[in-house]
């Protein structure tokens, strides 16, 4: 068999070619290469959707303290003044004909609540009463200080029942946190498949690239030939067919590149698509080698125990069955104890009216009992048959959930097996197809075959490298995708969840790279 030496060098060069899309020589181990590492960074920094999901921790937290401050000291006072004027005398023992009052009050004092559900109130008033009739003291001052308990004891009565908004809020504050795990997990995983995304798509360009260089070289050789009477102009139509068909593919793969690199841009959110947008986005080349999943049924144990959306779930059925409780509670009738004593004082002069109330001149004293409770309880209790349903409908869900992961799981790692044999047989298949190709353009330089056979064995070459790089780019998602159901996304990327503490703080926007713009959105 006779190959000209014009061929030899061709192969070799194709050959390079192919190593370099494989392999990762290429300009991208430049300086300014974006690594996954840093597209992580930056979406965890600044993904839109993920800085709106930061606020409801925040949110959940300032809930506790809501609930807290019902336990707050309270402060109240009150102060008034009212005149009166009689049309006429009334009484005999009217020394004005036109008897005339005047009557001031003052109060001020605290109330707490206490976790028992019992209610302490201490205060203290003072009145003034003045008139142009007859009185026994003119101004007459009149003061009080008292202190006062009323304590639920069915209906609102103890720590459990009266805390439990409290307990319910951090529960919630909780699943605000899973649910935010979720978030990140899923920024994680989208940003590290649109970077790998963008690297596939860069992979095609260059794969197509040569695959353009090939069927310019055949172009250029049948054209020689021709001139030469070895090929007829058929051959050479083909060929320039097969460039044009090519160069299509160029235009496509270039657009490819452009969509995918706005999609990684999507969830890094450094820049605004409202503005031109010129930078190119170099990434790393895909990886030629990927690890094999581990064994089925730890990944479905790791999923199940690290799952954040279970987690979450977890929370939320806390939630209803504190609802349950405060429901239950909602049935007994209201049954309070009060109790209270006030001691007072009056004289002429404020000061020793207030004397001689705190040196207990005069006191009263009440101990009670109050009982309310609507008939039949109807709304009661067809809140602790809501509060019930809800119970069992959480409880539900959170077993959807881990059977949902549970099969999430089972999937993602077929197709990483599935994909790991792909991988194999593609490479096996660009092997043979590389061989058949090489040995139909060495038959062709011969003049032993017609051009059409080259055409062929180029085009299941050319689908062979696709084919291995779809099953490289595919088995990679499911790997992306297995790490996220199975929890492992995190340690691969280098984080933890102790290093991710930080985003459950309210974000600041105004150190977003698109802050201005979302901070005034009109402008």
């Known amino acids: 068999m006779f190959i000209r030496p014009t061929n030899c060098l061709f192969i070799a060069c194709l050959c390079l070619s192919r190593l370099?899309?494989?392999?990762?020589?290429?300009?991208?181990?430049?300086?300014?290469?974006?690594?996954?590492?840093?597209?992580?960074?930056?979406?965890?920094?600044?993904?839109?959707?993920?800085?709106?999901?930061?606020?409801?921790?925040?949110?959940?937290?300032?809930?506790?303290?809501?609930?807290?401050?019902?336990?707050?000291?309270?402060?109240?006072?009150?102060?008034?003044r009212s005149e009166s004027v009689a049309a006429a005398s009334s009484s005999t023992l009217d020394s004005a004909s036109v008897p005339e009052s005047e009557r001031r009050r003052s109060r001020i004092g605290v109330e707490k609540r206490l976790s028992s559900g019992a209610k302490v109130t201490l205060d203290t008033g003072i009145g003034r009463s003045s008139s142009n009739n007859n009185a026994a003291r003119n101004p007459d001052y009149a003061t009080d200080v008292g202190l006062s308990v009323r304590q639920p004891l069915w209906k609102d009565a103890g720590g459990t029942v009266n805390l439990a908004p409290i307990a319910r809020a951090r529960v919630a504050a909780d699943q605000s946190v899973f649910e935010l795990r979720t978030e990140i997990l899923d920024v994680i995983a989208k940003t590290e498949i649109a970077y790998w995304n963008v690297a596939h798509a860069r992979a095609e360009l260059a794969l197509i690239a040569s695959s353009v260089q090939l069927a310019e070289n055949l172009l250029e050789e049948n054209r020689e030939r021709e001139k030469l009477g070895l090929v007829t102009p058929?051959?050479?139509?083909?060929?320039?067919?097969?460039?044009?068909s090519q160069q299509e593919d160029v235009i496509q793969a270039e657009r490819a590149i452009e969509d995918t690199a706005d999609l990684l841009r999507e969830q890094m959110a450094t820049h605004?698509?409202?503005?031109?947008?010129?930078?190119?986005?170099?990434?790393?080349?895909?990886?030629?080698?990927?690890?094999?999943?581990?064994?089925?049924?730890?990944?479905?144990?790791?999923?199940?125990?690290?799952?954040?959306?279970?987690?979450?779930?977890?929370?939320?059925?806390?939630?209803?069955?504190?609802?349950?409780?405060?429901?239950?509670?909602?049935?007994?009738?209201?049954?309070?104890?009060?109790?209270?004593?006030?001691?007072?004082?009056?004289?002429?002069?404020?000061?020793?009216?207030?004397?001689?109330?705190?040196?207990?001149?005069?006191?009263?004293?009440?101990?009670?009992?109050?009982?309310?409770?609507?008939?039949?309880?109807?709304?009661?209790?067809?809140g602790v048959r809501q509060a019930n349903r809800n119970v069992?409908?959480?409880?539900?869900?959170?077993?959807?959930?881990?059977?949902?992961?549970?099969?999430?799981?089972?999937?993602?790692?077929?197709?990483?097996?599935?994909?790991?044999?792909?991988?194999?047989?593609?490479?096996?298949?660009?092997?043979?197809?590389?061989?058949?190709?090489?040995?139909?353009?060495?038959?062709?330089?011969?003049?032993?075959?017609?051009?059409?056979?080259?055409?062929?064995?180029?085009?299941?070459?050319?689908?062979?490298?696709?084919?291995?790089?779809?099953a490289m780019i595919d088995t990679l998602r499911a790997t992306v995708r297995l790490s996220r159901v199975d929890g492992t996304i995190l340690a691969r990327n280098g984080f933890s969840w102790?290093?991710?503490?930080?985003?459950?703080?309210?974000?600041?926007l105004e150190a977003h790279p698109q802050g201005s713009s979302i901070l005034s959105p009109d402008s």
């Open 20 to 80: 370099s899309v494989a392999g990762g020589v290429s300009s991208t181990d430049a300086a300014d290469v974006l690594h996954l590492e840093a597209a992580i960074d930056q979406a965890l920094a600044n993904n839109l959707g993920l800085i709106a999901a930061r606020y409801r921790p925040a949110n959940a937290l300032d809930a506790v303290v809501i609930e807290q401050a019902a336990f707050d000291v309270e402060l109240f006072g009150s102060t008034s």
């Open 234 to 244: 058929l051959e050479v139509l083909q060929a320039e067919t097969e460039l044009v």
């Open 272 to 382: 605004s698509f409202l503005d031109a947008l010129e930078d190119e986005i170099a990434v790393r080349p895909l990886p030629s080698e990927l690890s094999a999943a581990r064994p089925l049924d730890v990944i479905v144990r790791d999923t199940i125990l690290s799952d954040a959306d279970a987690q979450a779930q977890q929370r939320a059925l806390e939630v209803q069955r504190i609802n349950k409780m405060l429901a239950e509670d909602a049935t007994r009738p209201d049954l309070d104890l009060t109790a209270g004593v006030n001691y007072t004082g009056r004289d002429s002069d404020g000061a020793r009216a207030y004397r001689d109330a705190y040196q207990a001149q005069g006191y009263d004293w009440t101990v009670g009992l109050e009982l309310r409770f609507p008939w039949g309880l109807r709304e009661a209790r067809a």
């Open 392 to 470: 069992a409908r959480e409880t539900v869900r959170l077993y959807a959930i881990k059977q949902q992961k549970a099969l999430a799981a089972r999937t993602a790692w077929r197709a990483v097996n599935a994909g790991q044999q792909r991988i194999a047989v593609t490479r096996k298949s660009l092997e043979l197809n590389q061989q058949a190709f090489e040995q139909a353009r060495a038959r062709y330089g011969a003049g032993l075959v017609a051009y059409r056979q080259v055409l062929e064995a180029q085009r299941d070459f050319d689908r062979a490298r696709s084919k291995h790089l779809s």
């Open 498 to 508: 102790q290093s991710m503490e930080g985003l459950s703080e309210a974000p600041d």
